[in-house]
Nanobody
């Protein structure tokens, strides 16, 4: 069983940057696709970005060009670099490991294809 711990959230101003980290323990995630999701108060959890074991990345349209997902397999850690933050980016950010049978462009954005969710890290963007 893999355990994921997110960190790096905080209170920032519009236009600021933050880098979130997701540290995995228990076993290596180097052969797994990983993703970031977020959930704002009163809203459903939504896909943000994902990175495959071959470093292929996909992003939600709302963050494309502003957020970058990377991974460091030596550290068993996945990162989310966020730039140009907006108030709409305010949410709890979660990382997760893809556990579905097939990872593809038709399912990488579905929360139910992931397991091993972390506890989340709060990002608040103040205007």
């Amino acid at each position: 069983q893999v355990r994921l711990v997110e960190s790096g959230g905080g209170l920032v101003q519009v236009g600021d940057s933050l880098r979130l980290s997701c540290a995995a323990s228990g076993r290596s995630v180097s052969d797994d696709a990983m993703a970031w999701f977020r959930q704002a108060p009163g809203k459903e959890r939504e896909f943000v970005a994902t990175i495959s074991w071959t470093y292929t990345t996909y992003y939600a349209d709302s963050v494309k060009g502003r957020f970058t997902i990377t991974r460091d397999n030596a550290k068993n850690t996945v990162y989310l670099q966020m730039r140009g933050l907006k108030p709409d980016d305010t949410a709890v950010y979660y990382c997760a490991r893809f556990s579905g049978e097939y990872y593809s462009s038709t399912n990488y954005y579905r929360p139910n294809e992931y397991d091993s969710w972390g506890q989340g890290t709060q990002v608040t963007v103040s205007s």
